[in-house]
């Protein structure tokens, strides 16, 4: 009875008219009756607040998704949309809504790999489709979004999301965009024989490039010389538009810029 009771206020799936005709257990029917009149008073109340209210205690997956997608008033579209679970539901608001910030809320809330995939490719907004690609998994995708995306800042996203080193390295010396360059030496593994190429001559010559400062960084905290001084020490670099510079604290150091020298 309790699993009938779940499968009517949390399923969207069509099988919830079958498990209200088998519930006979009181409580349960209760939960379901209130639930139902959540609904109808989160959907046809005339005030705000009062919708506000009743998303508050609602938990019909069916009813918050019609909510998220529908409702007029953009705080009660938001609340219902932080209550959603269903991935079928988030997907469609993901892709539906008219709205770019409950677009990139749901996106947020995605794990749907297919889903998001589509979405960080074809979203029209690219606060959207950098969301998306963040929670991709996929590497040839991310690394295609890297490569041809329209937006800077979602290529970088893509890129900074890639664990693929043959690709991380083909994004690194292909690519003409130097802060996606950047990203891919940042999330490079200190193996990989594409790191040395981008550091270039280390032996005496200084380098103003922010692609070659990264590379020498992330190779140098792991010679021997350094690794048994500072046998803790951590590298990290963030890659951004906005210059800053880089410090050595301690037994960490961390490094982020976009114009800086190493």
């Not at 799936?13 to 005709?21: K, M, T, W, Y």
């Not at 991310?142 to 996203?157: F, G, M, S, T």
């Not at 990989?192 to 692609?211: E, F, T, Y």
């Amino acid at each position: 009875q309790e699993l009938l009771a779940k499968v009517v206020v949390e399923s969207q799936d069509p099988a919830r008219l079958e498990a209200v005709a088998k519930l006979t257990d009181q409580a349960a029917l209760a939960k379901v009756a209130v639930q139902a009149a959540l609904a109808k008073m989160a959907v046809d109340a005339k005030y705000p607040q009062v919708r506000l209210d009743a998303v508050g205690k609602l938990t019909d997956q069916t009813a918050l998704a019609k909510l998220a997608l529908a409702d007029g008033d953009g705080e009660v579209s938001v609340a219902a949309l932080g209550k959603l679970t269903d991935q079928a539901a988030l997907t469609e608001i993901a892709v539906e809504s008219k709205s770019n910030g409950l677009r990139r809320f749901a996106v947020g809330k995605l794990t749907d790999q297919a889903a998001l995939g589509r979405i960080a490719v074809d979203d029209k907004d690219w606060r959207v489709r950098s969301t998306a690609a963040v929670r991709l998994t996929n590497q040839p995708l991310l690394a295609k979004i890297a490569a041809e995306d329209k937006d800077a800042h979602v290529r970088i996203a893509a890129a900074r999301n890639l664990t693929d080193q043959p690709l991380l390295a083909k994004i690194a010396e292909t690519q003409v965009d130097r802060f996606v360059r950047a990203t891919a030496v940042a999330a490079m593994d200190p193996s990989n024989p594409a790191l040395r190429r981008q550091a270039g001559d280390r032996k005496g010559v200084i380098s103003s490039d922010v692609v070659s400062s990264i590379a020498r960084v992330k190779l140098s905290v792991q010679e021997p010389r350094i690794r048994s001084r500072f046998p803790r020490i951590a590298f990290q670099a963030a890659v951004s538009d906005v210059s800053r510079s880089y410090r050595v604290v301690a037994l960490n150091a961390s490094f982020s810029s976009c114009s800086g020298s190493a």
